[in-house]
């Protein structure tokens, strides 16, 4: 499954320029994101911002730059303040872990008319067999026109002064001149469409598959018409939707899966769906003791929320890359450690592991984590945020070796300042 190496944001609000991972100009023995990574910080220091990033780049690519500005009050709102650059984002990633890493390099910027548009976008890949030098582009775009070669392997190796007109038109059997009739739209979510690009494809599916968790217990207490669905929506509204789905295409497999569930939710020893008259589907949980099932109205925010996250987890085709901020809220601590388990036995299961990106600020669930799996957001002087990971830190590395734990250290304000 595709994994991201490591990704740059810069002037995204108070993300001047931050970079988490390696990149492909980063210096040998810089270590890529862990399957399962943490941001950690105090409040303020840019851990939703950081989050809604993620988001930004999966509305830019379903809606347009236009509409994901607009949900968040306008481009003004979304560029740094105080800074006349474009809105830049560079994502390091691979298909598989035997698969060449692609680098992704888009920017955004405001038009003679004020409106967002996609500036800029290039796509890298270093060709079989070179494991050191300038990539070789095969995507490159400037305001919607460009150039684009078919296939698996080729591309250029540009040069730092290469005009892109003359690139144009030159002439390739494997080059194809783009020109977009909307530069508000991403070259990627385009060309991502048609057969001729495998690898653009695979990068847009790899992006359309991201799933950000904005689960809200009100949400999931909703009475939705019955019907199977595949997949848990970002809000999380639907589990009982998929719930019956799962009863219905993977009866053995959801039997475990309940079996497994209920062993983590206190007191619940049983889940199903019944339908209503009136169409709608209830979700049932089964409490030990009683007699009677109790609605998912009934039942705590807490329990709603585990039982989401580890139904997100059983998902057959899981998405790719799991973006959840805040997974603490509403849970008993000692769920915790319980809960960032599940999340590591499912990054790291051979069959069908996605990459999860979490933020958080509560030390039980740091101390389920290692050094290289934090990383820790800070506000720094100038009001822009900065980052490094806690295994930068040889004293932090030490004293975690010694058995302390991480969550402890970083309550201490061990993690802070290095």
Known sequence: MAKIEGFRIRNFRTLRDVTLGRLWTAVKGINGLTPMTAVVGKNGAGKSTLFDAFGFMSDCLKSGVEEAC??????????????????????????????????????????????????????????????????????????????????????????????????????????????????????????????????????????????????TPDAARSLLMTGPQKHLSIHGDNIGNVVQFMERDHPERFKEILKDIAGKIPGVDKIDTVPMQDGRLLLRFNDKGFKDAFSAQQMSDGTLKIFTYLLLLSDPTPPPFICIEEPENGLYHKLLETLAAQFRAHVTNEKNKSQIFITTHQPYFVNALEPNEVWVLEKGEDGFSKIHRASDNSLIQGLVGEGLPLGGLWYSDYLEGA
Request: charged share 40%.
């Open 70 to 215: 607009d949900r968040r009050n306008g481009f003004e709102r979304v560029v740094s303040q105080g800074i006349d650059e474009p809105i830049m984002f560079e994502i390091y990633y691979r298909e598989d872990s035997k698969a060449r890493p692609i680098t992704y390099e888009v920017s955004f910027a405001l038009d003679e008319h004020r409106r967002p548009y996609v500036k800029s976008e290039r796509l890298r890949q270093r060709r079989k067999g070179q494991d050191k030098g300038r990539p070789f582009s095969f995507l490159i775009l400037e305001n919607g026109r460009g150039v684009v070669w078919k296939g698996e392997y080729e591309g250029i190796k540009e040069k730092s002064d290469q005009n892109l007109d003359e690139l144009m038109r030159e002439e390739s059997k494997e080059k194809e001149t783009v020109e977009l009739d909307d530069n508000r739209k991403l070259g990627v979510a385009t060309l991502g469409a048609l057969k001729q690009h495998p690898r653009i494809s695979l990068f847009r599916k790899f992006i359309e598959g991201w799933y950000l968790s904005y689960f």
